[in-house]
């Protein structure tokens, strides 16, 4: 584990982009996304963990693992954002800061989909951008937390 790290978790369903539902979801995958979130806090000399699981407590012993160590947290919690306390009270404890993401704006989608558990908790919330969201998300976390590019 790299000294210095971001947390980027996704929650269920997310495995299956680029194929599920790609006019909601794009053509982008998640190994798209991983990348993307590697090379953004690369250029700050900042690693990133990901983990992405269908399962709950998955997603919260990942939590409980990183929410002294990590920098800060992205998460995209998908279904979950909008079911789960269990996620929310485990990013409750967290040191760093928290980005909440969505690739499609939940906003114009189902009523449902319009509250989330997470968002009181964060220190901002990005959704409909893609997955530009999560470079976003890591800009911002590197801003909060006072990081500078690394030198050339």
Request: charged share 20%; aromatic share 6%; glycine share 10%.
């Amino acid at each position: 584990m790299p000294e210095k790290f971001i947390a980027v978790l996704n929650g269920p369903n997310l495995n299956l982009l680029g194929t599920r539902q790609p006019l909601i979801y794009g053509s982008d995958t998640l190994a798209d996304i991983e990348r993307l979130c590697d090379a953004t806090a690369g250029a700050y000399g900042i690693g990133i963990e990901h983990l992405q699981s269908n399962h709950e407590g998955e997603l919260v012993e990942a939590v409980h693992r990183w929410r002294e160590s990590a920098l800060g947290f992205v998460v995209n919690a998908a279904a979950y954002t909008h079911t789960s306390v269990a996620i929310r009270d485990a990013l409750a404890t967290i040191e760093g800061p928290l980005m909440e993401v969505h690739i499609s704006n939940v906003h114009a989608r189902e009523a449902f989909r319009h509250h989330s558990y997470l968002s009181d908790l964060a220190a901002g919330v990005i959704v409909g951008c893609g997955i530009e969201g999560y470079r976003f998300a890591i800009e911002r976390l590197v801003t909060l937390t006072g990081h500078r590019p690394k030198e050339a």
